[in-house]
């Protein structure tokens, strides 16, 4: 793949998926905060992740790595690219040669990015695409070492969660502000905005994983009513 000469906030202006106010946001948001432009505008609901890797594959001719090809790195890569660098970046460790690491991104036109992953780990680094949600849910399984599968395959959550409006889901599952978050839950529930299997299949979601409890949304829910 060759090197992009065009960043990614330029190529979804030119394809009309946001505008310049929505992209400036953006950039003042990564000037006082850090963070990636493409994970700021999901965000903030400016942009769906599938429409935004639909863009960069079609500017750059490539395809989006599926889940289900992400496999356990070796040890030796593993060793090299370690999970506090793999999320630094937002990266993936695909393969090694020797020489060229082959790394998953969002965001293959973030040229220092890339730059400062290579001069980190003293080689040279292609990238190919992958979700983020997918990178991140490899960095989980891959590194955790609690697992000992080889390959990824998408849940029936995880389907249920890209199915959800733009950017609720990135915005609830990562979010650090619980009582921030049980409240957007709560008025979805309440407003009935979202179609009542993906909520609830968002919902067993978080309580499997312990971010919140039955009673702690239906306590919201019975607030909003009142």
Known sequence: ???????????????????????NSALAYQKEWGG??????????YVRESAMIAIIEKQLG??????????????????MVTEDVARKFCIFPVSFDGRTLVVATADPTDL?????????LSVRVKPVLALESDILT??????????????????????????LPSGMAFEIIH??????????IAQEASDRSVDSSVLGGLI??????????????ADKVRARKQ
Not at 175 to 184: A, C, E, I, V
Not at 204 to 217: M, N, P, Q, W
């Open 1 to 23: 793949m060759g090197k992009s000469k065009k960043k990614l906030g330029e190529m979804l202006l030119e394809a009309g998926l946001i505008d310049e106010m929505q992209l």
């Open 204 to 217: 067993d979601l978080l309580v499997a994983k312990g971010v919140i409890t039955r009673e702690e949304l």
């Open 112 to 120: 220092k990015m890339l730059d400062d992953l290579g001069f980190l």
């Open 36 to 45: 990636r432009v493409g994970t700021i505008l999901i965000r903030k609901g």
């Open 62 to 79: 490539i395809s989006c790595l599926p889940l289900e090809s992400f496999v356990k790195p070796s040890h030796e890569v593993i060793r």
């Open 175 to 184: 979010s650090h502000d619980q009582p921030s978050m049980l409240d957007r």
């Open 138 to 163: 490899a960095v989980d399984h891959f590194y955790d070492p609690r697992s000992s599968s080889d390959r990824l395959q998408r849940t029936t959550e995880e389907r249920q969660e890209n199915m």
